[in-house]
């Protein structure tokens, strides 16, 4: 009996964090999302897809904290996608167990989102979440980001590698001139900041507040420059 009770807790917390972060999400997202946290917590004990284990921890360190991130996202889309025609296509690279990438699909219908990891068997819970969860917009990739050409309008990580790797590895994917880099992170990362290289410029450290989490957590925003 105390699983449907736990699951119910979980999804009023969800529900509430949602609206801490004034998203206007429907109840099958907020179904979708509670679907794939048991999605996750299911495949982690097979896959190792992430170190935490605890679904109340899952939901503020992984879902909420990639939720955090959706209203800077929908923003950037929708001034890509004033044109109309294509969807806007983001490349979620290092997505491990699909965070953010699962949780942008979900979130955000209009975006097509390519989770892309080095690892078979993250990639394959990817792909299956999107088969599971009726994401056509989702799509797990098995390659190197070096190795993709892209073009995404927007290339997101959330602790990947450092600022430096992660435009130099994805540079080849991103979309010329309009395309950004969108890097979640803990602290302000000065360092990773100044050492970016000749071509790409940080041009907003946007903060998130994470509901039920007691961390500074940012959104480093990149661009190349002619």
């Not at 997505?95 to 209009?110: E, T």
């Not at 394959?124 to 979440?129: E, I, N």
Request: hydrophobic letters at 50%.
């Amino acid at each position: 009996m105390s699983a449907p009770a736990n699951h119910d807790a979980l999804r009023m917390q969800l529900e509430a964090g949602a609206r801490a972060l004034e998203l206007d999400l429907s109840e099958a997202q907020v179904g979708q999302l509670m679907d794939f946290l048991a999605l996750l917590q299911k495949w982690n004990k097979v896959y190792n897809l992430t170190a935490v284990r605890d679904p109340q921890e899952m939901l503020t360190h992984h879902l909420l904290d990639s939720l955090a991130a959706v209203a800077p996202l929908r923003r950037q889309a929708a001034s890509v996608g004033q044109g109309g025609g294509a969807p806007v296509k983001l490349l979620d690279v290092g997505s491990g167990g699909g965070l953010p990438g699962v949780v942008f699909a979900i979130c955000c219908p209009g975006v097509d989102v390519s989770c892309v990891d080095t690892v078979g068997k993250k990639a394959a819970f990817t792909q299956q979440a999107a088969v599971a969860l009726r994401l056509p917009n989702l799509h797990g990739v098995h390659a190197r980001v070096e190795t993709l050409a892209g073009p995404f309008d927007v290339i997101s990580c959330r602790a990947f590698a450092s600022l430096p790797d992660f435009v130099a590895w994805s540079r080849s994917a991103l979309a010329v001139p309009h395309g950004v880099w969108l890097a979640m992170k803990g602290k302000r990362p000065d360092d990773e900041i100044a050492a970016l290289p000749p071509g790409v410029t940080m041009f907003h450290v946007e903060p998130l507040a994470v509901p039920g989490l007691e961390a500074e957590r940012c959104i480093v925003w990149m661009r190349p420059v002619a």
